[in-house]
């Protein structure tokens, strides 16, 4: 059935022709033989070229131009914010405005990294990023990975219904519950645990405290897996976790481990490469958010509050006058360009595990 | 020992609840008490005093009607009906070109050839950009640096990004209409969001297409499927769940991203801005991000009704 129909072309057809002349009975020959009878033959068709084969060299190259050209226009798309900060944060001010200059300054100059570094405090600004944002989602990624195996491999009653509750957490967005966290933070008092004290102890424990503004605020929900996509990073380790084969657990509980043990002897070192490319997305995201800095941490300054604010102090320092705007374009790139320059650090660092993390298709595990 | 009293099963779920307890005492104090606390706000006035806030429920506290916030929000607000109707198209917009793109970007950054690696890399990077302030800075100087003027993130690059004026220019003059010069030089601006949105669903694509074995492909070849068939019958059955996994990530992140008063998520910074902005009207915000929510999960079980359930078409 499936020979009759089967249609060989380009240097099959050579083959099939050569086979046919010399020995009728192969002409039936199944697939696999014929590969390496293909293989044998590759001299020959170098020897005789062949029309069918040229027309299809011809339409291999041109798809691969059409590829090219393709990924090429598209990556400049993409790359080219960052083209032009760059560009823009080197230049010299006053050839910001000059027609003649484009992407590559006359000269170069580090004045507007030196201006920025000052006006944003930008020293101030990344340590409190690092202790407000990047220390939490270090927390936040450690606890999700234990409560995404706990999801993943134990079964208990009312796990269907709970696993819900995880995915009702990533679709109602943060500004739902943002009046009612802000009360629990301005009067933090948990499960009414310090006002109790507060009564038993006859007032030397305070009977609610207020967090706004204090490192707790990011770290207390980071230590309880309810910061910002904390359900999308236990959806995403659940999942990795169901893929990976059990024997290897059964392994370490013959050992003698008790299952904290076997989490973090064996599950663990396998999930290195999917943890850290959610670590990546988490520090990106808290990074550059907004909204959680402004609304809970607001006095102190993160990247992302004084980056925002920036502009308005660049026209303050300059007076507001029209001719000045040349001078707060190029420090603006500047500082978007400082903004994010420990994140592309990290990037360059952590590709090359994300491109292993999506080959062996740990990202979906569906 | 009183483990040793425990069965087996009873063990297994002791040890289930450990793992999630973090979890569940984190939803508890800052997803559950929250959401039910600002349905509370929903329904009532809150008063700021000088000690902190004094909640009056509406029709028991006082004599307004239990759902004045909601009435009031549906029936007199001019502007947060159409703040939503702005969400909502921008979203499925995005939704649409975003699985598309990544899509048709995944399956052509999968086929071996040299040099994908690097692509991929550069495809990814967005991810680090397209978000928050950044974000913002550079769809401001996107559109010119006049939309968000109202705003701390104001025009920041006027001389940045696709100015594509001068083909405006030679469009009109070539006696093209207005309306579809506008149109195209709108996509045009467009096309960098949607591209720097896409990083994450090209990377789940890519990671759904490294499960097709080579050899399908191949024996697919040798049965004198083209490419276009192939793709069909082989690589979309497998991916279609990944579409449904992007459709509802796309939306989310659509949902979730904050924006400004005329730019990006719209909705998003009109129920902060009530919420803790200049006017500090808890209970209104409330109300507003309620019927927010009560959208965003219309949309996700739209798309499970329409796409996520296993369909008879795949298998055929």
């Known amino acids: ?366 | 020992m009183s483990k040793g009293y425990l069965t087996l099963r009873r063990r297994e779920a002791l040890h289930g609840y450990m793992f999630i307890l973090p979890w569940f005492i984190g939803m508890l104090l800052f997803f559950a008490a929250p959401l039910v606390e600002s349905f509370i706000y929903s329904l009532s006035e809150v008063k700021s005093t000088g000690q902190g806030f004094q909640v009056l429920i509406n029709g028991v506290d006082n004599g307004k009607g239990l759902w004045d916030n909601y009435r009031h929000m549906l029936l007199a607000d001019a502007n947060f009906p159409q703040q939503l109707a702005i969400t909502a198209r921008d979203t499925a917009a995005a939704v649409i070109v975003i699985t598309m793109f990544s899509l048709f970007t995944a399956v052509m950054l999968h086929a071996g050839f040299k040099g994908r690696n690097l692509y991929r890399a550069v495809f990814f990077f967005p991810v680090i950009m397209a978000t928050g302030v950044i974000y913002l800075l550079i769809q401001e100087g996107l559109a010119g640096g006049e939309t968000l003027s109202s705003t701390n993130f104001s025009d920041a690059g006027n001389a940045f990004m696709f100015k594509v004026t001068s083909i405006r220019d030679i469009m009109i003059r070539g006696g093209v209409s207005a309306g579809f010069v506008e149109f195209v030089t709108t996509l045009v601006n467009l096309i960098f969001s949607f591209v720097s949105k896409s990083g994450v669903q090209i990377l789940l694509f890519l990671s759904g297409l490294a499960k097709i074995p080579q050899s399908h492909y191949e024996a697919a070849k040798m049965e004198g499927a083209n490419s276009w068939e192939s793709f069909w019958k082989i690589t979309f059955p497998v991916i279609s769940p990944i579409i449904f996994l992007n459709v509802v990530y796309t939306m989310l992140d659509s949902f979730i991203t904050y924006g400004t008063e005329k730019f990006g998520n719209v909705t998003l910074y009109a129920i902060q801005q009530m919420g803790f902005g200049k006017v500090m009207r808890f209970d209104y915000a409330a109300a507003m991000s309620w019927v927010y929510t009560a959208m965003i999960i219309m949309f996700v079980l739209a798309a499970y009704i329409l796409i996520g359930r296993p369909s008879s078409k795949v298998t055929e």
């Open chain 1, 1 to 366: 059935m499936r020979n009759k129909f089967f249609k060989l072309p380009g240097n099959d057809e050579l083959i099939r022709q050569t086979l046919s002349q010399e020995t009728p009975t192969l002409q039936r020959v199944s697939s696999s033989k014929l590969h390496y009878l293909r293989k044998s033959l590759g001299a020959l068709s170098f020897v005789i070229p062949r029309r069918v084969d040229l027309r299809r060299r011809v339409v291999s190259v041109l798809m691969s131009v059409f590829r090219h050209s393709i990924l090429i226009g598209l990556s400049f798309v993409v790359m080219y914010p960052l083209l032009f900060m760059l560009s823009n944060a080197v230049k010299p001010y006053a050839q910001a405005r000059d027609p003649a200059v484009i992407w590559i300054p006359k000269s170069v100059t580090l004045a507007n990294f030196e201006d920025i570094i000052s006006i944003m405090d930008y020293w101030g600004s990344l340590l409190n990023t690092l202790l407000y944002t990047v220390l939490p989602t270090v927390l936040q990624i450690g606890v999700c990975l234990l409560v995404g195996y706990g999801f993943a491999r134990f079964r208990f009653p009312l796990k269907k219904p709970l696993f819900a509750i995880v995915l009702l957490t990533v679709i109602v967005p943060p500004v739902s519950i943002s009046t009612g966290l802000f009360r629990a933070f301005y009067a933090f008092n948990p499960f009414g645990l310090l006002g109790f004290l507060n009564s038993v102890t006859g007032g030397a424990v305070p009977a609610s405290v207020n967090l706004i503004g204090s490192h707790f605020v990011t770290v207390i929900p980071a230590l309880f897996a309810a910061s910002l996509r904390s359900g999308v990073y236990i959806l995403i380790f659940r999942q990795f976790f169901i893929s990976m084969p059990r024997e290897l657990e059964e392994a370490a509980r013959i050992d003698g481990c008790g299952p904290l043990g076997t989490f973090a002897s064996v599950m663990l070192p396998n999930a290195q490469n999917i943890a850290l490319t959610a670590l990546m997305l988490a520090v990106v995201w808290n990074w550059n958010d907004y909204y959680t800095a402004a609304t809970y941490i607001r006095s102190r300054y993160t990247i992302a509050t004084s980056l925002s604010e920036v502009k308005q102090l660049l026209q303050q320092l300059a007076g507001a006058g029209s001719e000045n705007l040349t001078v707060v374009t190029t420090r603006i790139q500047a500082a978007c360009l400082m903004g994010i320059a420990p994140l592309i650090a990290m990037y360059a660092a952590l590709q090359g595990r994300l491109a292993e993390s999506i080959e062996t298709a740990g990202l979906t595990g569906m």
